[in-house]
């Protein structure tokens, strides 16, 4: 009995945060039909100059959206008219599509009708000094013609390997960033993407974050828990970080 009360205690915590996300969050029913205008969130090129770059994320499509987010990168060099936005997406691998895409919508669109949130903006010469490296990260990235929704590697898995990559823009993903745990060449250990602590993590599935900017997260079948102490946040499935910050 006991036994089973632990395993539906498991449970309740892993995907509570996701059910009660997918009964409330409107749900977007034809993405053909779904808003992928431009938001106006970041800097517009005509009225500013200098170097941007940013981490991006909106809720993920459809059933997905009530466990994760997708996350992508847009960045503008200094003069440039327009921004860049580099993601990974699953649509047409196989068939022979790479999964990276280039400018597949406006830099700062919603993703299939979900309103996007900046997750990290770096302007002027620390932006101007990321572009390059960010462009290698993308050139270098070891999964380029492979999707996997779970655990790995997926759009998140992306963003983390550039994150991890240029110092410029070290940052705490979004706890429900599914796939954000998932390290290439199969290696168990890294920094966290904040470059505040280490991070372990077995195949995307089983891993434990330490850091002082992500606090503790524990990745159990690649949902995060966890708890951030400087910030008085914590992380659950699906919903993300709730607290201060």
């Known amino acids: 009995m006991q036994r089973t009360v632990e395993i539906l205690a498991l449970l309740l915590l892993l995907l509570g945060g996701p059910l009660f996300v997918a009964y409330t969050r409107p749900d977007v029913l034809?993405?053909?039909?779904?808003?992928?205008?431009?938001?106006?969130?970041?800097?517009?090129?005509?009225?500013?100059?200098g170097?941007?770059?940013?981490v991006m994320a909106a809720r993920a499509w459809g059933w997905r959206g009530a466990f994760a987010v997708h996350t992508w990168i847009a960045m503008k060099p200094k003069g440039a008219a327009r921004y860049d936005r580099y993601e990974v997406v699953g649509w047409g691998v196989q068939r022979g599509m790479r999964a990276v895409r280039q400018n597949m919508r406006p830099p700062d669109a919603p993703w299939a009708g979900n309103?996007?949130?900046?997750?990290?903006?770096?302007?002027?010469?620390?932006?101007?000094?990321?572009?390059?490296?960010?462009?290698?990260?993308?050139?270098?990235?070891?999964?380029?013609?492979?999707?996997?929704?779970?655990?790995?590697p997926n759009s998140n898995t992306f963003v983390a390997y550039v994150v991890r990559r240029v110092p410029e823009l070290a940052t705490e993903l979004p706890a429900h960033a599914v796939g954000k745990d998932w390290l290439a060449?199969?290696?168990?250990?890294?920094?966290?993407?904040?470059?505040t602590g280490v991070q372990l993590s077995l195949f995307g599935v089983l891993g434990l974050t330490v850091a002082l900017d992500e606090g503790i997260e524990v990745n159990l079948l690649g949902l995060v828990i966890g708890v951030d102490p400087l910030d008085l946040a914590i992380k659950?499935?699906?919903i993300g970080r709730v607290g201060m910050r």
């Open 30 to 49: 034809d993405w053909r039909s779904a808003n992928h205008a431009p938001t106006n969130i970041l800097p517009a090129p005509a009225a500013h100059d």
């Open 51 to 54: 170097a941007v770059v940013a």
């Open 115 to 152: 309103p996007p949130m900046v997750v990290r903006l770096i302007e002027g010469a620390a932006a101007e000094t990321a572009i390059p490296k960010i462009e290698r990260a993308v050139a270098e990235y070891p999964y380029p013609e492979r999707y996997v929704i779970w655990p790995g």
């Open 185 to 195: 060449h199969w290696f168990p250990l890294a920094p966290a993407m904040s470059r």
């Open 236 to 238: 659950l499935p699906g």
